[in-house]
C-alpha cells in the first residue's frame, strides 16, 4: 500500500485546487490525541541528525501507514500538521532528509514503540510515501 499524492495536486490551479483539497474527508484517526514525544524527544535541533530524525518519524508514522495512505482523507495533512505544531521543525524536514527510493518509506521493519499506536496492527507490506510535494505544502 501506498501513500499517493499527485505532485502537482497543491500547485495553484485556480479551478480545481481549492475543489482537490475540500473533496478529503475527515480523517478517523484522532491524530489530536497522539503522543509525538517518540519524535519530539529524539529529533532536535539545531543539527536535527537525519538517521535520529527519520528512525524517529517511521516510529511514529509507519503504525499509521493504512490510514495514510488513504488518498480520500486528509490524514496525511492532518498528522503532519500535528508534528509540526509539537515539534517545531524547519519546512520540509521530514520530506528533505527522509528518503529511501521512490517507493517512499519502508515500513517492514517498524514496530509500534508507543502505547498510542496500540489499536493499529502495523501490516509488513506498507510502504509509506511521503512526496516532496505534500510536505513542502504543510510546512
Not at 7 to 13: A, G, L
Not at 14 to 31: G, I, V
Not at 82 to 91: D, E, H, M, S
Amino acid at each position: 500500500m501506498t501513500f499517493l499524492c499527485a505532485v502537482d495536486e497543491f500547485e495553484s490551479h485556480p479551478s480545481t485546487s481549492r475543489a482537490l483539497l475540500q473533496a478529503k474527508a475527515t480523517c478517523k484517526e484522532d491524530f489530536a490525541a497522539k503522543n509525538y514525544t517518540i519524535i519530539t524527544s529524539k529529533c532536535k535541533g539545531p543539527n536535527y541528525p537525519a538517521k535520529v530524525c527519520c528512525s524517529a518519524f517511521k516510529d511514529f508514522a509507519c503504525p499509521f501507514a493504512e490510514v495514510l495512505n488513504d488518498e480520500k482523507t486528509d490524514c496525511a495533512s492532518t498528522m503532519f500538521s500535528y508534528i509540526n505544531l509539537y515539534g517545531r521543525y524547519p519546512p520540509g524536514i521530514f520530506a528533505n532528509m527522509c528518503k529511501e527510493g521512490k517507493e517512499g518509506l519502508d515500513c517492514t521493519d517498524v514496530t509500534p514503540t508507543s502505547s498510542s499506536h496500540a489499536s493499529i496492527p502495523l501490516v509488513s507490506t506498507h510502504v509509506l510515501l511521503i512526496t516532496v510535494s505534500i510536505l513542502f505544502h504543510l510546512f
